[in-house]
């Protein structure tokens, strides 16, 4: 028989005190995980100038595009391949790795999110950077793994004799974010080669932008995972592909995983899209080499304007102005629908992280704050 007393109900959530009625805690939610959750950047309704989630401005290559138009709605009926294997394929061809050494999934926080559950299992705390990618703090604290966060140095670079301490596995990105600095194939070694009894997972999303990855580094230790995505370079944020690659031990252990979680994590539009993404490396490398050459001349824009900013090796710059408030610059952009990202926050409560869009973007955003500083 359903029985609901809605008046014990009511008592038990309001009860009078002193101040007034306030909140008592149900007995269930003591059951229930608690967790603050990562916000992501805002994704406007209307028409803006997007420069907040470092998106790619350009479309992805044009074989995606043909793909989609050629698939067959009838084959939604049927399950996707849970191997993933076409795009595993594609992109072990790619890297001159393995099949048993890709693992794939939606987008490279579901890879991320797949690595700290499978790696990160250790009583001693995982390490990761003070100013760095905030989901790695939610994931510890979603999965309850404890953490220590290693500050940058004055100049924002990773300190890295601080990640030679014990821990229970060692994140890092290169280059990082939001500080957009990327370091040399050679502090990432000397960081991989200084806890060979941890797993270290180098988060590669912008590194495309950069320099040497440590996908060159695979083959030599057997404690590394890279992980990279098809949401920055290759301009599909929006079809969530993302993978890791590593030894084919680590990689067996994340499939364990996954599939304890959820099989098919790859759709079937995203299997056939990311394996025509990677087929043409020609639009790639034009993509991001554009993306390179709008950063530099931006840069030059920034320090006419008198910013300070780091040297940035992303797809997006870190910057601050020593004469204007940065929460007060990001709302007036916002103002003018030019969304950019502001966080607040200990050692970087003065500066905003601007994505780098088109030239006629970055025109469009260097023209306001011309304007600005004129002003004032
Ligand atoms: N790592 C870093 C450092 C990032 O900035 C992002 C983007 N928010 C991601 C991982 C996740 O990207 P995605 O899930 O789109 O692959």
């Known amino acids: 028989m359903l029985f609901l007393n809605l008046k014990s109900l009511q008592k038990n959530i309001f ?37 907040n989630t470092n998106e790619n401005p350009y479309p992805p290559a044009p074989g995606v595009a043909r793909a989609l138009k050629d698939m067959d709605a009838e084959s939604f009926r049927l399950y996707p391949d849970p191997e993933a294997s076409a795009l595993v394929e594609e992109l072990a061809g790619y890297y001159h790795v393995r099949p048993e050494q890709v693992f794939v999934g939606v987008g490279s926080d579901d890879v991320l999110a797949m690595c700290f559950l499978t790696f990160f299992n250790s009583k001693k705390p995982i390490l990761f950077p003070d100013i760095t990618y905030s989901f790695y703090e939610v994931w510890a604290e979603l999965y309850r793994i404890p953490y220590e966060r290693p500050a940058l140095d004055a100049e924002f670079h990773l300190v890295k004799e601080d990640y030679y301490r014990e821990n229970g596995g060692v994140i890092f990105p290169n280059p990082n974010a939001p500080t957009a600095l990327y370091e040399e194939l050679g502090v990432v070694e000397d960081i991989v080669a200084h806890n060979q009894d941890s ?12 320099g040497r990855s440590a996908l060159e580094l695979i083959d030599k230790y057997d404690n590394l995972i890279v992980v990279q995505t098809f949401s920055k370079a290759r301009s599909m944020a929006g079809m969530r592909i993302g993978y890791a690659i590593g030894g084919p031990v680590l990689i067996r252990y994340l499939n364990d995983a996954k599939y304890s979680f959820n099989s098919y994590t790859m759709n079937q539009a995203s299997l056939l899209c990311g394996v025509e993404a990677v087929k043409d490396k020609e639009y790639f490398e034009e993509g991001i080499r554009k993306i390179i050459e709008t950063r530099e001349w931006a840069k030059r824009e920034l320090k006419e304007l008198g910013f300070h900013f780091t040297a940035s090796q992303a797809n997006f710059l870190f910057v601050s102005h020593p004469a204007y408030d940065a929460r007060e610059l990001f709302e007036a952009l916002r103002e003018e629908g030019i969304y950019v990202r502001y966080w607040g926050g200990r050692r970087i409560s003065q500066y905003m992280r601007i994505t780098v869009g088109t030239r006629e973007e970055m025109e469009a955003l260097f023209s306001f704050l011309r304007g600005y500083i004129m002003e004032r």
């Open 199 to 210: 797993i270290v997972i180098v988060d590669e999303a912008y590194i495309d932008f950069a």
């Open 15 to 51: 009860k009078e005190g002193s101040k007034g009625a306030f909140l008592v805690m149900r007995e269930f939610e003591k059951n229930i995980r608690k967790v603050k959750p990562y916000v992501p950047g805002e994704q406007p309704r209307q028409k803006a100038i997007k420069l």
